[in-house]
Each structure stands twice: as structure tokens, then as C-alpha cells.
């Protein structure tokens, strides 16, 4: 047993002698070299010593056609392994800055995650919590689609409340809708995109986006709905599983449901919104 294991690790020292410039080149050469002289004294001069400078002559000729070339192919055996060499360490390198790189995204994502997103979050709430037809009076929208709702109702009772969905969605499709709308979700999908972000380079991060969220999830299900007409399916699909939420775009009587249908409408009539980049 001792002898294999000897065997086996004098095996494995001259493998990574072999396996380097030198010692290919080196170990191929002696290997090789010997076999043109062999071949030359057992078919030609046997054994003896010459004395004719002629045969010497003629076994120079000889070993510089055979030898010669024998050399040159271990030389260019040896770049060959020298090249692979090179490259298998390009590799390395390149998987190393890349690990660098992915573990620098997913640090500056746990970073923006626990001192931007809550920041962001309190902001977009306080905005829901404003008085949607307060606002709606302020911007001008005209029409009498006020006296749908009541007086305190706010964005986020828009957003979560089926039937104030339903009753924006009764709005007639033109400028009013559009901007009653985008003003609901531009900014949420704004959130979503970040989000989005943090999550592609931490996706370990879902739940903890998830319990700050808490109750407003629905800024995720809802602008998803509302702008799913924008969205590839595909796309949509990867945001419902990336953000791990249920798509209840298509439960009916849900608000988001609703909203889908508002962002079809909206869509449908021509009428300019701006779209989140992302």
C-alpha cells in the first residue's frame, strides 16, 4: 500500500513537472530524440564508430531532418500548454472580477435596501395619504365624476379599495383618467423598479421588502395590474415572481383586476403617459 502511494505521488510530482513549459518541453525531448538515433545505427551503421568524416557528414544531414523537427514540434507542443496555460489563468481572473463585481451589486443592495428604500417608502406613503379629490379640484381635472367618491377619500383608498377601483374605472377614458391614473402609479412603479434592482442583485432581499411593505403590498399588485398592458407577458410574469407576490390581476372583483382594466382603457384611448424606465 505504501509503495502504490509512493508511486502514485512520485506520479503525481512529475505530472506537474510535465504539465509545465520547460518540463514538456524538456521530457518530450528526451523522450523523443533518442528514437531518430536508434532507428539510424539499427538500419544503417550498426553499432561501430566511423571513421569516414563522409558518414558523419551523412549523419548530421540526418539528425538536423529528423531531430530537428522532433524539436521544434515539442517546442510548439510547449506554447501550445503555454497558451492554455495563459488562458485558464484569463479565466480565473475574469471569474474573480466577476465574483468582485456581483458581490459589490449585492452589497450596495443591502445598503440601499436599509438606508434608501425606507426613506422612499415613507415618502410614497404620505403621498397616498393625501386627498385624491382635493387634488383632482387642484390640477383642473374636469368633470363630475367627483361626486363618486367621498370627500376624505385618499390615493391609497384608490389603490386598495375595489370598489373606489371600480368607480375610477367608470371614469371616461380621455385626459382625466390618464392623469388621475399616472398620478396613482408612475411614482409607485418608480418604487417597483427599485426594488426590482435591489432584488436582481440580491434576491435574498424579497422578504425583507415584503414586511416593510407590509399592508401596501398593493403598490406592487395593483401598479403591476394597472400597467401589465405596457408589459410583455413574460416580463409581467418575471416581476410577479421576482416581487413573489400573487397576480390578482385576473381575481375578479379584486382591485387589481379593476385596474388592469383601467390601464387597458387607458391605453386604448391614445392619451400620452409617462412610463417609469426600468
Known amino acids: 500500500m505504501r509503495l502504490l502511494r509512493w508511486i502514485f505521488k512520485k506520479l503525481r510530482k512529475f505530472y506537474d513537472v510535465y504539465n509545465t513549459k520547460r ?14 538515433v536508434l532507428f539510424y545505427v539499427f538500419n544503417f551503421k550498426g553499432f561501430g564508430v566511423s571513421d569516414d568524416p563522409g558518414d558523419w557528414a551523412s549523419f548530421g544531414a540526418y539528425m538536423s531532418g529528423t531531430v530537428g523537427v522532433i524539436a521544434l514540434l515539442a517546442t510548439i507542443d510547449a ?11 484569463l479565466d480565473q481572473q475574469e471569474r474573480q472580477i466577476s465574483s468582485n463585481d456581483s458581490h459589490q451589486r449585492r452589497m450596495a443592495a443591502y445598503s440601499r435596501a436599509e438606508k434608501v428604500f425606507p426613506l422612499l417608502l415613507e415618502n410614497r406613503r404620505s403621498e397616498l395619504g393625501e386627498n385624491a379629490c382635493q387634488w ?9 365624476f367627483f361626486t363618486a367618491f367621498p370627500v376624505g377619500t385618499t390615493f391609497r383608498d384608490l389603490l386598495k379599495n375595489p370598489e373606489n377601483a371600480k368607480k375610477v ?11 388621475l391614473a399616472n398620478k396613482i402609479h408612475y411614482e409607485n412603479y418608480q418604487l417597483l423598479i427599485f426594488i426590482k434592482e435591489c432584488l436582481e442583485d440580491a434576491e435574498e432581499l424579497k422578504g425583507y421588502y415584503l414586511t416593510l411593505l407590509g399592508d401596501d403590498k398593493v403598490l406592487i399588485t395593483s401598479t403591476l395590474a394597472f400597467y401589465r398592458e405596457w408589459l410583455e407577458d413574460v416580463e409581467y410574469a418575471r416581476l410577479v415572481k421576482l416581487f413573489g407576490v400573487l ?13 388592469a382594466e383601467v390601464g387597458a382603457k387607458v391605453k386604448s384611448s391614445n392619451v400620452s403617459v409617462s412610463l417609469p424606465s426600468g
Do not use: C, H
Open 23 to 36: 518540463g514538456r518541453l524538456v521530457v518530450n525531448f528526451i523522450l523523443l530524440a533518442p528514437i531518430p
Open 79 to 89: 506554447l501550445i500548454v503555454t497558451i492554455s496555460q495563459q488562458d485558464k489563468l
Open 136 to 144: 383632482m379640484k387642484s390640477v383642473g381635472l374636469a368633470g363630475d
Open 169 to 179: 374605472l367608470d371614469i371616461d377614458a380621455g385626459p382625466s383618467l390618464a392623469v
Open 247 to 259: 397576480d390578482l390581476s385576473i381575481l375578479p372583483g379584486a382591485a387589481e383586476s379593476y385596474w
